[in-house]
Nanobody
Framework: VHLEESGGGLVQTGDSLRLSCIGS????????MAWFRQAPGKEREFVAT????????DYSDSVKGRFTISRDNTENTVWLQMTNLKPEDTAVYYC???????????????????WGQGTQVTVSS
């Protein structure tokens, strides 16, 4: 599957933003999807995951309650709705997909085969 993110931008603290990731060249419903992010000089960080049919979701503690992951397999799209953004949310956000994945590995970026090119989110204070 080919993944392409969009929706990043420059916002202020407290603002909201919705990222989109569209999949092509594959059956989107066959992929467990996730969002990761990487800030300058930092390691890549898990943000959120969503299961194949969207019935199971998982969030990092740093975004729980502020971010919502969702998907629509008929539109081959996964979204990350981000609210109450903070400067520490500034990063390049990547969507990732994996067909078969262990429940214990869903937060591990190394277990995902397919990645988008990333979209920059910058939150000013």
């Amino acid at each position: 599957v080919h993944l392409e993110e969009s929706g990043g931008g420059l916002v202020q603290t407290g603002d909201s933003l919705r990222l989109s990731c569209i999949g092509s060249r594959g059956t989107f419903a066959n992929y467990y999807m996730a969002w990761f992010r990487q800030a300058p000089g930092k390691e890549r960080e898990f943000v959120a995951t969503i299961s194949w049919k969207g019935t199971a979701k998982d969030y990092s503690d740093s975004v729980k309650g502020r971010f919502t992951i969702s998907r629509d397999n008929t539109e081959n799209t996964v979204w990350l709705q981000m609210t109450n953004l903070k400067p520490e949310d500034t990063a390049v956000y990547y969507c990732a997909g994996q067909g078969s994945i262990s429940p214990t590995a869903i937060r591990d970026g190394e277990k995902y085969t397919y990645w988008g090119q990333g979209t920059q989110v910058t939150v000013s204070s």
